[in-house]
């Protein structure tokens, strides 16, 4: 969604700079500060995305979701459990996400034993009847906080476990339990924690869930809660893997729901995922991770990132990816990353602030639009490019960033960076280039930049740059070093794109 946030009269030239152009203004930088510390209150708080969207108003945010589309709902019925070998279940799992951690994760299990839902629809109140009426003790209890589960839980092909308003399902960490579903997880209103003590047999080990093989999620104003443990998914938190050998499910969708203390949303190989309104807070990993997969959206949420993690992470060669109208707020590292051979994304109207590293950052990844984002104050660049062609960089605000408002570094010579109508103003420095190949600039404001306006290579075309008499909007093109290396290699083995077009191209 565009939005008018570049001065109107940039169309008259391809650069504005005015001699009495001064720094950012002070007054207007603390106001940022404070409207960014509010909306990081407001998420530790509980607020939902909606709140949250509003109080970011006076920073120029706004969004207006979809109608989403009505699910068919799932009618509860013929349920059948049993109590299976662990290994059974593992042994599945395998075949799509590895058995590296199988060994670890049998060691943190009190019973190498999981609760399966063999077929049917089942909420979690029918699970511990269907439980109670197979005179299978010591699986799940019910208490006042919820049903506890002290197994592993597999739902299996062609199941649903439908979590109905109010129901929270409890995973013991001490008994090692964890959710697992090749079938269908469905939840509406419900929550999902791990709870308990420590694991007396693996100390790290976190109870997570995984929808897998050929599983699919509907998740709808749920809560999720001290989940995931580990660096790599299926372990992470909640994670969401199609692929593989098994046939894709139909498209997963996690709307308007909280993730607090949970490592990672992860997304594999998950084709059309719609992941919106939903709320991260203290995530450990990236709070959303994107693994492969293609024609996948994630927009209007919300990200109070962890310490040491990206905000938003797409990698894995993921295609056709839409990042939009989301809020990253203190990200430990960058706001959104996009690395290893990601290609065709839309990263469209949203507000990073506050990241450790850069606003956004882009490595070894092409064919991307970055448009009418407001990337403020954050430690490195508003936007890192490294390694990266075939990028469109268009009608940003970029801020008070500690370094460049957009760095651009290690460019391949084929495909070129356009650079248009931005606005740059109280950056530490406005572009800033090294070993760049072939850049194109039109429309871009400087009024606030002055006078740091270029470093690196860059300074060498100040005077080709700043074409004070163009009125026609006339790109200024830059010619670096070009770089030979000819194109490389996606993780998946394909050859990463030579060109590229985007919507609006003639």
């Known amino acids: 969604m565009r939005r008018a946030w570049v001065c109107a009269g940039l169309a008259a030239a391809a650069c504005s700079l005015p001699w009495a152009a001064t720094g950012a203004d002070y007054a207007r930088t603390l106001a940022y500060e404070k409207t960014v510390a509010a909306l990081a209150a407001m998420v530790e708080a509980g607020r939902p995305a909606t709140d949250l969207q509003s109080a970011a108003a006076p920073l120029g945010f706004s969004y207006a979701p979809a109608p989403p589309k009505p699910a068919k709902a799932a009618v509860p019925g013929g349920v059948q459990v049993s109590v299976v070998s662990i290994d059974l279940v593992l042994s599945q799992l395998a075949l799509q996400a590895g058995a590296n951690y199988h060994v670890a994760l049998r060691q943190a299990q009190a019973r190498p034993e999981v609760l399966l839902v063999e077929a049917g629809v089942t909420s979690l109140a029918q699970l511990y009847d269907a439980v109670a009426a197979a005179k299978l003790s010591g699986v799940l209890d019910k208490t006042d906080q919820g049903y506890v589960a002290h197994l592993p839980i597999a739902v299996w092909n062609g199941a649903t476990l439908a979590l109905q308003p109010g129901e929270t399902l409890l995973l013991d960490r001490s008994a090692g339990a964890f959710l697992l579903t090749s079938g269908n997880l469905v939840g509406d209103a419900a929550a999902i924690a791990g709870t308990g003590a420590p694991n007396p047999r693996l100390t790290d080990f976190n109870p997570f869930v995984v929808v897998a093989l050929s599983g699919s999620a509907r998740l709808e104003r749920m809560r999720f809660a001290d989940l995931g443990y580990g660096q790599f998914p299926p372990l992470t938190g909640v994670t969401i893997l199609e692929g593989g050998f098994y046939a894709k499910p139909s498209p997963s969708v996690v709307r308007d729901s909280r993730f607090e203390h949970v490592g990672s949303l992860a997304l594999v190989d998950a084709d059309e995922a719609l992941v919106e309104g939903n709320v991260f807070a203290a995530a450990s990993g990236p709070a959303l991770l994107l693994s492969g997969g293609k024609d996948i959206s994630a927009r209007g949420n919300v990200v109070l990132a962890g310490s040491g993690a990206h905000g938003i992470k797409v990698t894995g060669g993921a295609n056709s990816v839409e990042l939009a109208d989301n809020i990253v707020i203190a990200a430990g590292l960058n706001g959104i990353f996009a690395d290893a051979g990601a290609a065709n994304l839309r990263i469209e109207g949203n507000l990073i602030a506050g990241s450790k590293r850069s606003g956004i950052s882009i490595a070894s990844a092409d064919c991307i639009e970055v448009a009418s984002n407001l990337l403020l104050q954050n430690a490195q660049s508003g936007l890192a490019v490294r390694d990266s062609a075939g990028l469109k960089v268009s009608a940003n605000r970029l801020i008070d960033n500690g370094n460049a408002g957009i760095s651009v570094t290690h460019q391949p010579d ?38 740091r306006l270029l470093d690196g290579e860059l300074v060498q075309f100040t005077d080709r740059f700043f074409n004070l008499s163009a009125t026609d909007g006339t790109p200024t093109i830059i010619d670096g070093l070009q770089l030979k290396a000819g194109a490389k290699l996606t993780p998946t083995g394909a050859l990463r794109p030579t060109s590229c077009t985007f919507e609006g191209d003639a």
């Open 414 to 451: 084929y495909g070129v960076i356009e650079i248009a109508a931005n606005q740059l103003d109280g950056n530490r420095v406005g572009i800033k280039g090294s070993t760049t190949a072939r850049l194109q600039f039109a429309m871009n404001d400087f009024t606030g930049q002055a006078p």
